[in-house]
């Protein structure tokens, strides 16, 4: 139990945080004031001694009702009313034998004047032990009412001041950069934190303070944590980590609270790395929207402020903070002497993306043949804790085939997992409908394969998916692409248009399989006119601005209201010209398609080569073996 700490952290974190021990003190302080001043003042007021014959007096006097005489103790105990007051008093017995016949002239009834006395036992255990009892009782279940709210885990009654410090996971991780594959940009920058966590007085000798913080910036799984972790574990100083949601209270005042003790035991533990996740939740912008809403939020958020302008850069504590959404912070937080680093960590590449795979891989049993290049290649846009998923996967899909290794085909398997979902076997489709899924994506692949400038096709399939697919097409491109010509961006779009082409094409209906394609070309194209300037008339005017690239971008407009009709009429046209394109594609190479969906149709999935293979073979021959 500490309780070094316990007065100062009272006076300002509002009632429901005082530690419990307080209360019992307070508590018990109180039995014992109405024990010791009350009832025995009481008591004391009313029996007044008095002799016997100020007794006889008040007889006469008429001035007594009742009366008792107690054998045992030999005294009288009488009640006087006197002034419409009640007074009980006693007196020492004589030896009157005349005295009953006295009280029963004088009216006066013989009845007990004070209770029976209580036994000592029974006085102590109704004076202390119940309410000290009933106390306890409420202290404990209030206490575990406040664990509850605060997610913590065990600790008991009597950790109550301290249990807010129970949250903060604290250890010496024992993970290495060595551990994050990739992110060479990221490590770097951390690099330098690390130097210094190792000697400070080299920077302090020239008089170089070091960031009291940095932010980690990067969509989600990218291994911020991780990178923090890291830190930590290079620098071997421990390692406090919590949540940013995990401040937002539902009592007002906790979260700072919270704020408080976190850096508290942070100073103590000098050198130290203190990582908040998700700093989003609490140091959103603070603006007018919700006036007055969002107290609990701000006063954590002014507390970490505070926190991080007090404490002394030079001890050695450094604050990481991680966020996929740095547009929405607040600014105060990136002010100089604060969050004043910003590290991007971004999806990996290609290269990044094949050694991550390897260091999860080392983890588990892989065959030796198998060709992490080419993993890593159809993973394009798997973030880091994807990818270690996709490692993972494969490894179960080993097990539960009864091999001891990891095949190139597991993973191949698992990417589809993590990217589209399991395989549903058990999901049938019609003949009729999957002979449309077959044409639509045969559609997509095909228009892909005769433009110039598209990424191969990598795989068909139409095996249905949990995520609901029905079929998909596969297309990695060979190299990375960091820029994209208007040309491949048209051709892109002429592929997803290519689905739906081939239904029409082929069957003269359409169906509702072609909704996701449709979502992306418009997505591409709205981007292509509104933000990468690709259109004639508008040109390098940016009508779109992203407030959030790291949450799918939320786009919003920046223009009127006019060119926005202008715009959308834009968009329709340029996915019309390229679905007119695709579906031109297709008629010119209708034998193909047919052959090539029957081959899909049969088999359900394709590879990339058996398509080529089929694609660039004569007619001749495919008439041969496919002449029915
Ligand atoms: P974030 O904090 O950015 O959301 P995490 O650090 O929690 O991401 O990453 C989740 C998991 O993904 C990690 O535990 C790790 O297994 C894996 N991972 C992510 N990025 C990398 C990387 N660059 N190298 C190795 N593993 C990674
Ligand atoms: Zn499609």
Redesign the pocket.
């Known amino acids: 139990m500490d309780l070094k700490n316990m007065g100062n952290r009272s006076t300002d974190s509002g009632p429901h945080k005082r530690p419990i021990i307080i209360y019992y003190l307070i508590g018990l302080l109180i039995v014992i004031l109405i024990n010791s001043l009350l009832v025995p003042s009481i008591r004391e007021r009313s029996i007044v001694d008095t002799d016997y014959t100020t007794f006889l007096e008040k007889i006469a006097q008429g001035k007594v009702s009742k009366a008792q005489v107690d054998k045992s103790d030999d005294v009288i105990y009488y009640e006087v009313v006197e002034g419409g007051k009640q007074i009980i008093c006693k007196t020492g017995r004589m030896d009157d034998p005349d005295l009953v016949n006295r009280l029963y002239a004088a009216g006066v009834r013989q009845a007990s004047v004070i209770p029976a006395k209580e036994s000592p036992w029974i006085a102590l255990i109704i004076g202390y032990v119940l309410p000290i009892a009933a106390m306890v009782l409420l202290g404990n279940w209030l206490s575990k009412r406040m664990m509850k709210s605060m997610g913590g885990g065990p600790g008991g009654m009597m950790s109550f001041g301290k249990s807010n410090a129970k949250v903060y996971v604290k250890s010496s991780t024992g993970i290495k950069f060595s ?5 060479d940009e990221a490590k770097d920058l951390l690099t330098e934190i690390v130097d210094y966590l190792h000697n400070p007085d080299k920077y302090r000798e020239i008089g170089a303070s070091m960031p009291k913080g940095a932010l980690l910036v ?1 969509p ?8 923090a972790k890291a830190v930590a574990g290079e620098a071997e100083v421990p390692f406090f980590s919590i949540s940013g949601s995990e401040f937002v209270e539902m009592f007002v005042g906790m979260g700072a609270a919270k704020v408080r003790d976190l850096f508290k035991q942070a100073n103590e533990k000098a050198p130290c790395i203190v990582f908040i ?1 998700e700093i989003d939740t609490i140091g959103k912008k603070r603006d007018g929207a919700m006036p007055g809403g969002n107290d609990e939020r701000e006063q954590t958020l002014n507390q970490l402020l505070t926190e991080m302008d007090g404490f002394d850069g030079s001890k050695g504590v450094v604050i990481l903070a ?1 966020t996929n959404r740095p547009d929405s912070l607040d600014p105060a937080l990136l002010r100089p002497g604060r969050f004043d680093r910003r590290i991007p ?1 971004e999806l ?1 590449d290609l290269l ?1 993306r094949e050694e ?1 795979l390897k ?2 891989a080392k983890k588990i049993k892989v065959a030796d043949n198998v060709r992490f290049d080419e993993i890593a290649k159809a993973a394009s846009g798997a ?3 994807e ?2 998923n996709i490692v993972n996967e494969a490894a179960l899909r080993a097990v539960r085939d009864g091999r001891r290794f990891a095949t190139q085909a597991d993973f191949e398997e698992s990417i589809e997992v993590v990217i589209a979902g399991y395989q549903k076997k058990n999901r049938v489709l019609s003949s009729k409908e999957k002979l449309i899924v077959s044409y639509h994506e045969i559609g997509h692949a095909l228009v892909a394969a005769k433009q110039t400038e598209s990424a191969p096709v990598h795989k068909i399939t139409i095996i249905p998916r949990t995520s609901g697919a029905l079929g998909y097409t596969m297309q990695v491109d060979e190299q990375e692409h960091f820029l994209m010509t208007k040309e491949e961006l048209e051709n892109k779009i002429a592929t997803f248009t290519g689905g739906r082409a081939a239904e029409e094409l082929i069957f003269h209906s359409i169906t509702t399989g072609a909704a996701n394609d449709i979502e992306q070309a418009t997505k591409l194209a709205r981007a292509m006119i509104s933000r990468y300037g690709m259109s004639d008339e508008f040109g390098m005017v940016a009508m779109e601005t992203v407030s959030n690239q790291y949450l799918g971008g939320d786009a919003s407009l920046t223009c009127s209201f006019e060119t926005q009709t202008l715009l959308d009429k834009k968009v329709v046209n340029l996915i019309s010209r390229q679905y007119d394109k695709a579906y031109k594609i297709l008629e010119e190479n209708i034998e193909k398609l047919h052959e090539l969906a029957k081959y899909l149709y049969d088999n359900e999935t394709i590879t990339g080569e058996e398509f080529m293979a089929i694609l660039n073979r004569p007619k001749l021959e495919a008439a041969a073996s496919y002449g029915a």
């Open positions: 551990d994050v594959a990739g992110e990067g989600p799984g990218t291994g911020k944590t991780l990178l996740d991680a960590v990996p990044g991550i260091v999860h973030s880091g804790a990818l270690a």
